[in-house]
Structure formats: C-alpha cells, structure tokens
C-alpha cells in the first residue's frame, strides 16, 4: 500500500504517519515528490488496514500496490529520481551521466593516463574495476585495495566521481570508502545477500541488469536496495544473452522506455559490454542517447590491445572524445546536455 | 572468387570477361563501383581456375573470397548500394527511406486515409499487405488482389512507391506487378524457393530478418536473391526472439553496424514489429536512426484500437507526424536527411 | 465450436450434421473417437449459433472451444491420433515410429546401402531428402526428382516406407506421388502456403517444430493442415535455438508432454537435428523415448565423414543398431514396442 | 599443466612432485584415478617450465592443458568422481543419488511428513530449503537457522543425507555444520566469492548450473571450487531461459552428456525446477534417466497447493512413489540402480 500525503502536508503529519506505521510493525519509506510526498510500506506479510492510516492528518490517500515492487514503481514517485553526487554532478537529471574508464585498474599509471582523458573530453564520472569478477578464477581479480587507493587519488586530481564494483560484503565496505557509486555487476544482480547489505549503504548504487534477466527481475532487484532504506539506485542495461553472435551480447534499448514507464530510477547504457565489440560502442552509443537513457558506461583504455581484461570491447580516448561529440548532438535534440571537455578545441 | 577489374576498364573487356566465365560454365555477376567494376563468379562447385580470367585485358586482380557469402559482401562492393526507384526516392542514399502505412489494407477507405497523413509527414513509400501470414489460419489473411489494386491507386493518387508482401510463388507475380518493392517476411526469410523467385524479379526486394536469424543467416538469404541476378535488396531488422517479455520482440540495433560492416546492401528497421508495443515505436526509431540505419518502416493506422491486426504496435497519424520531426533532428546529426512533410506548417 | 455427437450416433446423423454446417456456410470436420465422433468447424468469422445444431438427431452437445486451435485440440478428440500407413506401420500406436536414413539421397548406391541397413535393424520408415533446404545457395540442393526416384526403389525393395520433405508447391507434388509421408521442415513451419497445399493432399504430413516456434505456434501451424481437411499430421520435435553452444540447437524434450496434454496428435523426435551432434543422438534418442514420444527420426549413413550434408551429426549403421537395441529396453518400459530388426543375431 | 604420474608411482614421490610444485610457488593439486595419480597445478600466471617436473622420480609426463580448466577434466581424471557421503550413499557411482523434499523447510511438521514419505519411497538424500534465494524482498525467505535445526533432526531420525542451499558467506558455515552437502543456487552460479569460500569447505558442494550459463561458464565456475582443494562438486541441470514458453525454464538435457565428455564431475537433473510444472516432472525425470544423470533432485510436497514456494513443480508423495518405481526401471537398462524404499509394497 502507498500513502499519498496531501501536498500541504507538513513534514510534523509526514512523521505521524510513519510513526504510526512503524508502530504497527511495519516500515515507513517516506518519498519526497514534486507536488507531495508518498510513503510506501514494506515488513507487512498480508493487507494492511487502511483505516488506522486514513484517519491521520495529512493524508491524502491510500493506494493499494498493484505491482509486484512497490518502491521502485512510478506508482510511488512520479518525477523520475536524481541523484546528486556533488560538484554539480547528478544522474537522472538533464545533464546526461557519462562514466568512462577502463574496464580494471591495473596500475596508478595506467589509471591516470585514462583519467586525465575522459575529463578532457568531458567524462564526469570515471569507471575502473578494483574487484573484478571473472569467469575463470585464473584470470586477473583485480589489484583490490591497492585499486581503490589509485581511483580515490584519481578523484582527488582531476576531479572525477568514482563508480566501482563491489562483489561481496567484504568489498562493498571499502568500495563504500573510498568510491562515489557502488557498483553491482550483473552476476550479482540476484545476490541477494549483497543487494541487501548495499541498501544499508549511505552511497548510490549502479545496479547493472544480469545477462537473462527480465524487466521485472531487474526492478525487483532494485526493491531490495530500495526496501532497507536506499533510494539512490541507478538501474544499467549491459546486454542480454540470445542466440545472435554478431555481438557479444545483445544490447536491449527497449528496456530504457520500458523502465521509464515503470519506474522512477534513473537508468543508463554500457555499450561496451552490451556490444562486447569496440566498432560498435559509438554508433550503440548514439542510439542509447536517442532511446533516451539518463547516461552511458564506456570502457576506455588508452592501449585496448594490451588491456588485462575487456580489451576486445574498450575504445581509444581519441574515439571517447568523437562520442562525446557524437552524444553530445544527439542529446540536444532530446533537450539534454553533456558536460563540456575542458581540453576541447571547439 | 571475385574479378577486380581495372578502373579505366572498357565495358567491351568487362563484358569479355564475363562470356569468358560463363563459357567456363559459371555465371558472372558484375557490379560496377564508383571507381572499377568487380565481378563475382556463382555457379562453381569448387575453386576456379584464375590464371585464363588475370590474362584477359582489363582485369586488375583476382581475389579469393573469405566468407561463405560472394556477391552481398563489401569485399565485392565497397559503397552502400543504393536503390533507385524513381521520382527521387532511393534507399541507401543520404535521404533516408520512410516507409509507413497500415499492417494490411483492409479497405479502401482505410488505406486512402493512411496514405494522405502519412504522405503529408513526409513519407515517401507506403506499405500496407495485401497477403498477410498469420499464425491462425482464421484470422484475416488479407484482401489478396483486390488489396493490391487499392496499393496502386494509392500510388497514382498520393505518389508513394508501395512496398507490400508477397508470401508465394503465386502472389509474387501480383505484387511485381502492382508494387514497387517486393517484400518478404521474416517467416519466409529462408523460403528459399520464395528468395530464388524473386531473385529473378526486375523489381527491388526488401528482405526482413528471420525472428531468429543470424547474421549470417540473413546474408545468406540475401545472396540467394542476388545470385539469381536481381541486386536490388534491401535487409530489414524487426526483432529478434528472446527471453525478454517487456516487448514483443527484442530489437537488435547492433545488427545495423554488423551488416554494414560486412554488406554493401542498405538496412532499415522496422520498431514496429521490433517492439510491438505503440509507445515504445517513438524512442526506437529516433535510435534506429541515431545507430545509422538507412530507414524506417512504420505501422500508421487512423485507428489503431479498430485495426484488423497488429494494432497494439500501430501509430497514429499524428504520432507519426512526431516520429518524422524528431527524426529529422537526428537524422541531420548523422548527415542525413528525411523528406519534407507536404502538409507541414513549420 | 465443437459438436460432440452422441455415443450412438448413425452414421446418417452424422452426415445430417455436416450437411447442416456446410449450408450454413461452414466447413465441417468429422473426427471419429473411441466412443463417439466430434465434429469440429471451420470458416466462421464470429460465433456460431447453436441451437439449430444442437436440435439435430444424434447431437450431444456443442461445446465453445477454449484454444485458438480448433481442430489439433484433445477436447475435440481425446485419443492420440494413430496414422496407418499400411503394411502394419503405423504412428502414434503402441508400436514406435522409426525413421532412419540419410540427410539427403546422394546416390542410388549411397541410399540403398543405408536402406539396407537400417532396415536390417528394424527401422521400418526410412528419411533422405531429394530437396535440401540450405542457408547457402551454393549447398548441395539434392537431387530432386531423381533422388525421389531412388526413394521409391528404396520403398519396393527394402519395404521401407518413405518420409522426405517438399518445400515448396512445385516439389509437393513429386512428393505425394512417390513418397508416403510429406515432411515440411522447420524453416518452412509458418510457410502457410505449402502448409495449406499440404492440407489439400491424401498423404500424411511430417511437421517439424521451427527453430523458435512456441508451442502454440507449433500447433496452429498443424492447424492450418486439419483446415484444408488432411487430418494425418505428425509433429517432430528437432530443437530449438537458444544461447546454448555445446549442441547445435537444444532440444526440447518437455514440449513432448506439453503437446500430449493439448493435442490429439502423434509427436516423434529428431535428435540428430536436435543435437548436431553425432555423439549426443544415442543418449537423446534414450531420453526422448523415456519422455514419452511415438517415434524418433535419424540421420544415419555409412560413411559420415563424406556425407554431403550433415555429416556431423549422422550416426554410422552400427550405431543405428545399437540406439535400436537400446530404446527397445526403454520402451518395453513403457509398454511400447520397436519392431525386431531383420538381421538382428539376438 | 597435468603432470600424470607412473602408475607404480609411490606416495612418497607424489609427495615430492607435490613439494616441488609448492616450491616453485604454485598450488599442487593431486587427484588419484584407478590406475594412477594425476596433479594439477594452479596458481601459475603462465606457462610452467616442465624439465624440472619431469626429472622427479615417479613422473610419467607432462601434458599441457587445452582447455580453459584444469581441474574439471577429463584430462586430468578419466574416471567420474564418486562422492562418498557415508552409510553407503554415493554420488557418481551405479547408484543414481535421489534427492528429494520440499522446496522450503516451513515447520517441523511439514518437513517430517515428507522426509518420511520420501525415505519410504527409496530416497537416500533429503533437500530442502533454509535460506532461500527470493525474486521479490518480500516473498518468504526460509527460517534461516531454525530451518537448518529441522534438517539435522531429520538426517537423525529419517537416515537422510541433508542437501541445503547457502546464499551467502554466513549462511555457508551453518549449512556445513549442519548439512551434508552444500547447495549453490543457479542465480550464485557466478559469485565468486561464494565458490571461493565454498572450495574451502570440508563438505561437498551440489552447484546448479545458472539459468543463461553455457557448458563452459559452468565448468568454471566449479573450477573455483576445485582450485581452492574441494574436489567433491556434483553438477546439476536445472532448466535454461529461453523463449518457450509452455514450461518455466528449458530442461536441457543434451548437456549431460557434454558435461560427461568434459569432466569428470557427477552430474544430476533436476526437473522440477526444469519444467515449473508439476505434470512435466515424472516423464522428465524418466528421460533425465535415460540420458545418463547420475540422480535426480525432486521438489515433493505432501500439500502442494499450500507451499510457502514453488507449489506449482512440486509432486505429490504418491506421485514421487511412482517416479521411483518407473526410474528404478529405467535405471536397469542402464545398468544403474535406485535404493529400494523401506515401506514400498513390492
């Protein structure tokens, strides 16, 4: 059930009310919208009675849910949700979120190298695995620890917010540290255990679609996170598994107005691994921003063919400044913006 | 094997060269480029000898071919292909190929009342089937001839070209004859007796990829077309068949770079039968374009809610009237342009 | 609708019956059970009156049909449907169907050798295509009527009853007259021409599941066979494409169940298609027989590596023998029977 | 590098070779087949200099692996793995290992009828669920520790080895002290830091293949498990997505025999969660049989229309009885057999 407060509701009948439903053994999830605040309920095994909740101040009305999620859904919030890391840099609003970095941190030259590029060309967010998950265990795993210090640096000088994955508890605490977004890879879209432990975060969290899941899958996914208490949750499509083997994976662009329809999370585009391929990450990427997306996830290395992992799909940072122009068009018909590159001769 | 020959080649020795292949037994496909002619040999059992064709004046080189398909690569074609079918309206060319209409022609009145919105957008083909497979054998199969009459009044009185299905070897000699382009469904994509057909058709082909076709496999349908001597194909993208069950098929727009990196055919999509679902038919254009497609082919009816099929994935005409401006913007990005709408205030 | 004759029913009555359906304009569908005949129609475009019927002599009563298919149903008739093709071979009996031979008749010598063979093992149905459908138009095509000559040699010397596939209008015909059972492949399933012309002919028609067809798309494909009036339909399942790449296709051995529970008709399994892989057909055919189903279909010949098509999945005769040895145990199991091979030692 | 050792090898030299490898900074890996004892080596970032392997005493050669795992193979163990769980219950030996239960342990209660039910039937392994893995956060999500207690009383009373999930880290170490076998759901196929931690695990470890995983991906990731020296994994098919849509998931059971021709790691079917659909388990489980599984996992509730998850795969005790008496048939022929159950009447 969704409480739709009044919209000169104060925030004393706000607190009433979720006391009231904490009280009746519940959890209370109060979500500022434009116009009004909705407060949605979580904990309740069966219906919940209205009457108690309905007689309180301030309320407007309640809704019975009818989907299967009940944070998540537009339902609940109207206004798509922007998440504001600082500095002027938000996802979901009309600035496009664009994050661009290699696919792992190999060293503290290699970081730079690709940080001061992506800033150059107008990145504001820098991707780069410390933890990566792989699917033989005698692949590299990253440099871990050691990883996160060399991003935490890379914030630290050029300015740049930090997206990283975490693959379990353990990380997820460091990640926490020393990153701006946490990042939940697509194996571990239905790690449940983790999803958990990321909603008690106080950071945003990328959470990327897994390879075979469904619309609803993946925002009830999102409902976990949602459910203990974190609303900064940024949804990814990276490709889904089919039969086609022109490209790696099958990037799904209809699922950005299908979740647009449903939810008010903001969601981007990872192109490379959507692709999997590096020919295609600029013209996918262009479409991404026509579909609609709130932002792209680029893999850049400044020596693809030597890249300890992903090389295949990671374009040259001459090629990120072409799709940064490329975009950059493209999102203005759309009525969007991308930030401009400082090193930009234009 | 493919025959370069010589830019400044004389159609007396290209045309020596061909009676020399086809006195070996072979035949002879030449395809002129914009800077030399190249000749692609079907019909051989195993490799051909290359010494007597490299000896004849005019040849540059001779060039085994690397893939399983000879005369749809671009290893025999370097340029897009590039379709004329009169009054100006090309497919392949820098002005992209709209073609919009009914799912089927279900009465004139109908079909005359699509016809003149969707001309005044900007459209300049009009598609609506007259033969219509459909997976029960009791819903409405199509008007047959009296439907393709309709087609040609349609393109006397509004000057559309009509694009429009044919299902068999019998209907094939019908839409030739009314139509412009002749289509084939993604059900028939490997009806090879169907491709063979039109493969001998003076009229151009527009072939849509199977639910579950490869790359490949699409390729290869086309070189069945091309290899009975008609080289006017177009290849569309319609959606393929997955898991996914937020749309009615998942559209692949990666397969729009795949084919032009391999095929010198032009490619177009179709997001009405890619997604299904109206509202998603808006977004997936504007990315159809924005990924490099060299047209659309969209379902319009005045009445979707009362269409005789597919409805649920038809726009309205004045929702087509938004597809073509928003198109427009995207498309001079890429260096493109869409047709003037007649009826257009702006 | 349906009209459930009364146990007792005169053949007069039932005749009184369809007459009345045809002058309403209807086609009529007598289909005789066990115990009592339904008779199923087709032809109207809305619902159906029942009254006039139902106060007819013998009727029983006339029941709405809840499935989009008509006339495959089990509610229109609840026993497997048993095809007789004479000489005490028949399919969808207690006796399984068998039916071995090449991909395609390659020779007079080839076919026979392999006739022979499977003969002596106990196949009593032998397979060889004289028409190959092939991705690539520069495949082995077969050799058309000649190999269907070949066939029909096959029939009177080896007592074989002959499967083999038409795929289009034209080869349908050279198929009904020298074969006994027309095979429509899987690329050909939603040909809904050829499936009508295969509705019109007095042989039995083999329906191979298309590589991405539903179960309900499978049985709808049926369906426009029963239409025309040809009530001899077999499926075959032959696998479907998925991401799965350590078999060619991934067969479907639950669709197995699943049609027996919504349909009256007999279904048999290919595991040399549904595989690809020689060295899967023996366990499959194990499991497909376990599963339930009336009969299995298998490349078999004497010298895989040469085949010209399909080699990789054809089973050498003395493996043929083997699988026979093997399903015969299985089957017993499930109170079936394979027929006892010639010149079987045991 | 396999390193195989001669077949009078003594231990002492297998202990040697052994120490050599740890010397050199690798992680030895000795695993004994019936003729004699191979050694893998991880932990080498690349190729490993073999003279000084070769050289030991008792060395017969090295062989360099060709595939991505090492410890998985056929090549470096020819005959499968038979798990010993005590008082006679093997996996991977004649005996198929049955496991059966209720998806959730709901009560005491519940969980007793069934464990009992199923012991009488001839199962010698009980599943059933502590911790469970839920799409939605607000689906039931098993009693967790009190679960786990119900188990232990019924491995007491009921002589029934326990298979139950771990999700994560900090359930693993209640499900090893409580279970005998550790289940790693298809959704944690892929998180690495659950196979890490179970590889270090004293009891062996049932990993379901994930719904989208190819043959490869699920090899790896019981390489994860083997590398860190738990050799006992037993694989476990459980249904893939794809579009079909007449079961809940795709059995695939072609992969039984690819997973035998890859490893030598037992593998067992499980058709419940395969098939969604109660009527699909028992043909589905015959044909698991036939196709050569080493067991079965089978969801059995005594009230399936009031299970707290997956009502709809589980099967009836009745109907499980009779599973057990048409695979014990089955088996035969399979030169396999299945535990007879205590109260059975034959």
Do not use: W
Request: glycine share 10%; proline share 5%.
């Amino acid at each position: 059930m969704l409480i739709m407060m009044k919209s000169h509701a104060t925030s004393e009948e706000i607190d009433a009310v979720c006391r009231k439903i904490e009280l009746m053994g519940y959890r209370a999830h109060p979500i500022p919208g434009s116009t009004r605040t909705a407060i949605g309920i979580t904990g309740n095994q069966g219906p919940i009675e209205a009457a108690a909740i309905e007689a309180l101040p301030g309320v407007g009305e309640c809704v019975p849910v009818s989907k299967p999620y009940k944070l998540v859904g537009r339902e609940l919030k109207e206004e798509t949700t922007v998440i504001d890391l600082g500095d002027g840099v938000r996802i979901g609003g009309p600035e496009l979120a664009i994050i661009a970095g290699p696919c792992a941190v190999e060293s503290r030259e290699q970081t730079r190298t690709i940080a001061a590029a992506v800033a150059a060309a107008g990145a504001r967010l820098f991707r780069g695995g410390a933890y990566k998950p792989r699917t033989s265990p005698y692949s590299f795993q990253g440099l871990a620890k050691e990883g996160l210090e060399i991003l935490a640096e890379v914030r630290k000088d050029f300015g740049l917010k930090i997206v990283t994955e975490a693959i379990d508890v353990e990380s997820i605490e460091l990640v926490e540290h020393y990153g701006d977004v946490i990042q939940i890879g697509a194996r571990n879209m239905q790690n449940f255990s983790l999803l958990k432990r990321a909603g008690k975060s106080q950071k945003p969290v990328l959470l990327k679609r897994g390879i075979s899941a469904t619309l609803d899958e993946l925002l009830m996914a999102a409902e976990y996170i949602l459910a203990e208490g974190n609303y900064n949750v940024i949804l990814c499509e990276r490709g889904i598994r089919t039969f086609a083997d022109h490209t790696r994976n099958t990037l799904d662009l209809s699922v950005i107005p299908a979740v647009q329809r449903q939810s008010h999370l903001p969601i981007i585009v990872d192109p490379s691994h959507g692709t999997g391929r590096r020919e295609k990450v600029l013209p996918l990427s262009r479409a991404a921003i026509a579909v609609g997306a709130d932002g792209l996830m680029i893999e850049v290395h400044h020596q693809p063919e030597e890249a300890l992992s992903d090389g295949n799909q990671s374009i040259h940072p001459l090629d990120f400044e072409q799709l940064m122009d490329e975009i950059r068009q493209i999102a203005s018909v759309l009525g969007r913006t991308v930030a401009p590159g400082s090193a930009r001769k234009t």
